[in-house]
């Protein structure tokens, strides 16, 4: 059997802080007691949010933590071509559809069908998407396409599930309510996901898909935040054709507050605790880890 392969996955719109270095840190750990690799990649799909400075900073703060990572590393905007070639054998599958909707008039198509009764929210909390753009006439779709609209590519969830049939995965951490050991996966709580965003040929569940399986990852480590999330990529696995690796979701740091911890909260980040004298050990302890 060759060895297993984990991977940390940041995104450089920000500086790392203690909730990153849990993640890292696990990664490497758990990479180093199983003989396994740890690979690092950078989640730099969004344009708008992500910088070089910050890019910069995520391989200082992690060398800082003691943590070591095989080269070359995989950058996402590196990556299209992959991204589309996964998106054309779907579409080829007959399961995506351009939807052209701005963010205010899914609001409103959102608000609007809430005067009758509450419509579904998928698991980060964001509602469900509301329009029709499914079933738009063809010959809108090729006009507005052809008249350069912007459009977000979804997937056709519902005919997605009927080819893919039931699906689970393997979790060695837990999910929000300890979940663990074979989960059930259920891709439908987040109906007609977004596969490509109107400014990228990716988003955020088809990249991390088609990245894991280029990859080869066998070991998935991350926050208990993503642990939903899995059902989408368990169902692109299985419409791809790719490996299903391993999950293993870890406990979230939370803030004074009890919020997730997050890029803005200076307090916690690594570059701050640097300057202030603390030090990898010192961080190690910080996250919980012996
Ligand atoms: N890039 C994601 C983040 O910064 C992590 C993605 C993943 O581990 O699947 O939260």
Known sequence: MSPPVFRFAPSPNGYL???????ALLNAD????????LLLRIEDIDATRCRPEYEAAIYEDLAWLGIEWETPVRRQSEHFTDYRAALARLEAMGLVYPSFESRAEIAALVAQRETQAPWPRDPDGAPLYPGDA????????ARRMAAGEPYALRLAMAA????AGPLSWGESGAGPNGETGIVAADPAAWGDVVLARKDAPAGYHLAVTVDDAGQGITD????????????????????LGLAAPRYHH??????A???????STQSTGLRELRTQGINA??????????
Do not use: C, N, W, Y
């Open 257 to 263: 507050d009890g919020r997730k911890l997050s890029k």
């Open 281 to 290: 050990a010192g961080i190690r302890q910080m996250v919980g880890l012996a």
């Open 17 to 23: 802080h203690l909730g990153h270095a849990l993640s």
């Open 160 to 163: 997605a599930l009927a080819l």
């Open 134 to 141: 499914k079933v738009m006439p063809a010959a809108e779709r």
């Open 220 to 239: 998935v480590v991350r926050g208990r935040d993503l642990f939903h999330a899995t059902s989408v990529h368990r169902l692109l696995q299985a419409l």
């Open 30 to 37: 758990m990479a180093r007691a199983s003989g396994g690799q």
């Open 250 to 255: 870890h406990r979230l740091l939370l803030d």
